[in-house]
């Protein structure tokens, strides 16, 4: 982890602050953001950054001109800048560096070369600091005192001889008690492990319906956030890729995030179990897969268009999930809409802190919500603990509890933002 340094962005786009966000405080940094060019240099003056970066296209002020009155200001003449553009043209760049930006990144680019850029400067910054702090002089050491006569030594006398006394023995420890006083462990009620009741479904999902409208009591807003829990073959998958398969038939857009399962093997199920002609959705540009699998095994498959290569990044993987849905269209201009399913969220816990995880989908909720995407999030009962489940529900806008009876596939919305949820036990099996 990289020294904690204080890193200003000024950006307006609201998801790519976001994403910047991820990707540098995984590093350590403390980022502050600005959505506008004036907001940015009424700010940076009270956080004193260590780096500053600038979006050049930016209302009120664009990161040129917000460049050139920093440096006026003394306090910032020396501190690193580094403006962000789509722009490529040299004539661009000069004008960067003569208002006296110190680096140049020309979008799109990657954040793995965004976190190097900042590592690397910030680097250089330090190096500077230092080499800046001249050593103070030596003092210069007095003349030396005179030399004066030393009277010859006498002898000290004869130690005088005690008689041996035994030194006196340790003092006993103290006597034990035979019963140790154990503090009980006190449980809170939700926390209480028993065994579930049989559970009696109050209604069946018919072959015609749409699953997750049918555990939900009826039509589901656009935009929405949907979690869907229970333990290890409850039915989660076979309910996100039945209803990928229906969105797909009705023309919706759609995409699947990959984290638990192979992206090859979730086509040839929706081909064979569903009847969904997966490479013509792809062609026709409706479907999208993001391979966060592979990665895993070493390995990455040439046909994904969208993967993760070398050490998963939820910064880099937000990155690839925003290109596929500027693809699809799911974005908060476009507004294609459609469905998107991460499946599944539970390897996260492994692998990242809390507050990175929390962060990384609160951010695939806010865009599927602005972009009209109903999202569905996967997450494996006892993945995480409770409270960290708890603050992932918080994040939805509905929840939903799978169990199996039997041979039975149930379902139950435990919450519901739009109505009053239902609570009662739906038979969602499919023959």
Known sequence: ???????????????????????????????????????????IPAEKPDLIILDVMMPEMDGYEVCRSLRDLPEYALTPIIMLTAKTADEDKIKGYNVGADDYITKPFSLKVLRARVRNILERSQ??????????????????????PVAPAVPPPPPVMQPYAPPEPPPAPPVQPSVQVVQPIILREDEVISTPKPATPARAIGPGEDLLEGL???????????LVVGPLGSGKSFLS???????????????????????????????????????????????????????????????????????????????????????????????????????????????????????FVAYLARSGHFADVTTIFIIEEGSCDYQALNNTKYIMDGVLELRTEGEKFLGRVQAMKWANPNREWVDMTRT
């Not at 966060?292 to 290569?309: D, H, L, N, V």
């Open 1 to 43: 982890m990289a020294e904690e340094k204080k890193i200003f962005i000024a950006e307006d786009n609201p998801q790519f602050c976001e994403l910047y966000r991820m990707a540098l405080e995984s590093e350590g940094y403390k980022v502050l953001f600005a959505n506008t060019g004036k907001e940015a240099v009424d700010k």
């Open 127 to 148: 190096a500077k600091k230092v080499e800046a702090v001249q050593p103070a002089a030596a003092p210069v050491a007095p003349p030396p005192a005179p030399v004066q």
């Open 216 to 226: 939900l009591g009826g039509s589901v807003p656009a935009g929405s956030n949907i």
């Open 241 to 359: 890729r039945s209803v990928l398969a229906r969105a797909l038939q009705n023309g919706e857009k759609c995409m699947l995030v990959c984290l638990d399962d192979d992206p090859s093997v979730v086509r040839k199920e929706l081909n064979l179990k569903y009847r969904a002609d997966v490479a013509n959705y792809e062609g026709q540009n409706q479907m999208r897969f993001i391979d966060a699998y592979s990665w895993s095994g070493g390995r990455s498959s040439p046909q994904e268009k969208y993967a993760i290569t070398g050490t998963l990044e939820l910064s880099d993987l937000s990155v690839l999930i925003s290109e596929a849905a500027a693809e699809l269209g799911q974005t908060d201009k476009e507004k294609h809409g459609g469905k998107r399913v991460v499946d599944s969220i539970s390897s996260l816990f492994l692998n990242f802190d809390l507050s990175y995880i929390q962060r």
